[in-house]
C-alpha cells in the first residue's frame, strides 16, 4: 500500500483551521519542516501540495466567502518552495508539488523540477493540472480560460517538451574532469528545437537529467479527455469517490485506459482521497469528527464547491437541493456530490457542510478500525494506496501515523521502512529511460488554437 499526505500551504479543510487543536503556522517554514518528520516517521511515500492561482470568487462573484472562512482556496503559499524547505530535513520522503500547464512555461517547470529532483537526491513529483478556474485566467492576461479540451492539448504538448528538455542531458553528460578540462561532454547535451501549436522551445535545459530520469508524474483529471490524459501520462492518478463501488469502477477504467496506451497497468498507481478521523476509542474519534463537522460553515463548503465546480452556487435556494447543472470544473467532485446529494437527501446548505467537513470514505474510529477499511479498500481492487487528508494540520497528521500506519503495518500492509533510494523506487515505479514519453504524446499532432 502506498500513502501520500494532502498536506495545504495553507488553512486545509474547511473548519479545520478553528479546531482547537490546529496550529495556524502556515507561514513559516518550521510548520512544514515539522510536518515532513511526521510523515516520514510514518513510512509516507509522499507529501503532496494541491494549488490554484487565485483566490477564487464564484460564489456571488466575491472572494468574501473564502476569506472570511478560511477556505480551501483563501491563502496558498507556492508550493515548490515549501517542499524545498520540507526537502531540507527529510531523506526520504517524496514531494509533490501542482503546477498548472495552462499558465506556466515548460522551460520553467522543467527547470524547477529538475533543480528539486537533484537537491532531494530523487525525491520529486509533479502534480499537473490543467487548471479550471475563470479566476486564474484573469490573472494571467486572459478574460476567460481555454476550453477543456485546449487546456488538455496545451498539457500534452507541454508534457512533451519538458521531457525533451529533461532528456536533453544524456545521462552521463556531466563529467567534471578538470586535468582535461572536460566540465560536461558537449556532444552528450543536446539542443530540442521544439516548435509545436503551443510552444517554441531551443533547449537544451541549463540543468542536467534528473536523477529519478523524469520527476513522477501526478494527475487528477475526472473529464473523458482528464481521465486519457492521466492513464497515457501519469504515474501516480488521485481521485476521490463517495463509494467503495465508484472508487473500484475507477480503478478499472484507468488500469483498461493505461494498457490501451501500451503501458503497464502496475506502473499506474491510483489513490483516492480519504479523510479520516482517528481517535484512541471510536467514541472519542466520532466525538472529533462531530466537532470538526460542527466548525465549518455552510458557505465555506459551498464557496469551495463553487469553484471546485466553477459553478456560482449563490444563485441557488440554499434550503432546496442543487438541481442539475452544466459543470465547467471538476466532474469527478459534481458526481461524488450528486451521488451524496441522492443518497442522503441534502439541501444545498446541508451539502456544503458535508462538503466542506465530510469523512471521506467515512473512515471513522480507532486506528484498528480505520485500518480495516483501508484494508478492505486496498484489497477489493479499488485502489494501490490512499492520498491521506488530515482533518486539522498538522495533528491530524500526527494522529494518523502513531495510530493507523502501526495497525497497516502490523497487518503486512504498508512498509516499515523505506524501501528504495528515490521515490520512483519507493513508489515501485522504474526510473524513466531517456526517450520514453515521445511514446506517450498523442500521434496526432495538436489542432491549430
Ligand atoms: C484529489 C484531487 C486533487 C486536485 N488538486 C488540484 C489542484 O491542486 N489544483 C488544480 O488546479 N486542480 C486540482 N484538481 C483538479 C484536477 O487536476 C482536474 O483539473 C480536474 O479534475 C478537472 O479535470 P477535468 O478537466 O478532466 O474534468 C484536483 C482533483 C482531485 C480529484
Redesign the pocket.
Known amino acids: 500500500m502506498h500513502l501520500a499526505a494532502f498536506v495545504t500551504a495553507g488553512p486545509g479543510r474547511p473548519g479545520g483551521w478553528r479546531y482547537p487543536d490546529s496550529v495556524p503556522g502556515w507561514l513559516g517554514a518550521e510548520y512544514y519542516q515539522n510536518i515532513a518528520r511526521t510523515l516520514e516517521d510514518g513510512r509516507f511515500d509522499l507529501a503532496f501540495f ?3 492561482l487565485s483566490v477564487p470568487d464564484r460564489f456571488g462573484s466575491s472572494t468574501d466567502s473564502q476569506l472570511r472562512n478560511g477556505a480551501l482556496g483563501s491563502l496558498r503559499l507556492d508550493p515548490l518552495h515549501v517542499l524545498t524547505s520540507m526537502g531540507a530535513v527529510t531523506k526520504h520522503l517524496g514531494l509533490a508539488a ?1 503546477v ?1 500547464t495552462t499558465y506556466a512555461q515548460p522551460f520553467t517547470v522543467a527547470r524547477s523540477f529538475a533543480t528539486l529532483d537533484h537537491l532531494t537526491a530523487g525525491r520529486a513529483a509533479w ?1 499537473v ?4 478556474q475563470e479566476s486564474e485566467a484573469r490573472n494571467f492576461n486572459r478574460d476567460e480560460q481555454f476550453p ?1 479540451e485546449k487546456r488538455y492539448e496545451r498539457a500534452d504538448e507541454f508534457l512533451e517538451v519538458a521531457g525533451k528538455l529533461w532528456d536533453s542531458w544524456e545521462d552521463d553528460a556531466l563529467v567534471l574532469d578538470a586535468q582535461a578540462p572536460l566540465f560536461a561532454e558537449p556532444s552528450k547535451v543536446h539542443a530540442i528545437d521544439h516548435k509545436g501549436e503551443w510552444f517554441t522551445v531551443q533547449g537544451p535545459l541549463n540543468v542536467p537529467r534528473p536523477p529519478q530520469g523524469y520527476p513522477v508524474v501526478i ?5 473523458a ?2 481521465k486519457d490524459f492521466a492513464a497515457r501520462w501519469s504515474d501516480v492518478i ?3 469517490h463517495a463509494s467503495l463501488e465508484s472508487a473500484q469502477d475507477f480503478y478499472r477504467e484507468i488500469k483498461e485506459r493505461a494498457a490501451a496506451h501500451g503501458r503497464d497497468p502496475r506502473q499506474v498507481k491510483i489513490l483516492p ?1 480519504i479523510a479520516p478521523v482517528v481517535g484512541p476509542t471510536t467514541e472519542v474519534a466520532r466525538q472529533t469528527a462531530d466537532l470538526l463537522f460542527d466548525l465549518v460553515p455552510p458557505l465555506g463548503g459551498l464557496s469551495t464547491l463553487a469553484y471546485h465546480l466553477d459553478v456560482d452556487l449563490s444563485t441557488f435556494p440554499l434550503d432546496e437541493r442543487l438541481p442539475d447543472v452544466e459543470v465547467p ?4 467532485h459534481y458526481r461524488e456530490v450528486r451521488e451524496i446529494t441522492e443518497r442522503e437527501g441534502l439541501t444545498l446548505r446541508e451539502l456544503g457542510k458535508q462538503y466542506g467537513g465530510r469523512v471521506e470514505g467515512g473512515f471513522v474510529g480507532t486506528g484498528a478500525d480505520v485500518a480495516d477499511g483501508l484494508e478492505q479498500w486496498f484489497t477489493e481492487g479499488a485502489c494501490d494506496g490512499f ?1 491521506v487528508q488530515a482533518p486539522y494540520q498538522p495533528g491530524g497528521f500526527e494522529d494518523f501515523t502513531r495510530q493507523v500506519v502501526p495497525e497497516l503495518q502490523k497487518r503486512g500492509l504498508f512498509r516499515t521502512e523505506y524501501e528504495g533510494a528515490t521515490l520512483r523506487e519507493n513508489l515501485g515505479l522504474h526510473r524513466s529511460e531517456a526517450g520514453e514519453w515521445s511514446n506517450r504524446a498523442p500521434k496526432q499532432p495538436s489542432a491549430a488554437k
Do not use: L
Open positions: 494541491a494549488d490554484i501542482t498548472s502534480n493540472v490543467t487548471s479550471f477543456r494527475q487528477a483529471g475526472a473529464s479527455k482528464g488521485f481521485c476521490s482521497s470544473g471538476v466532474e469527478g492520498m
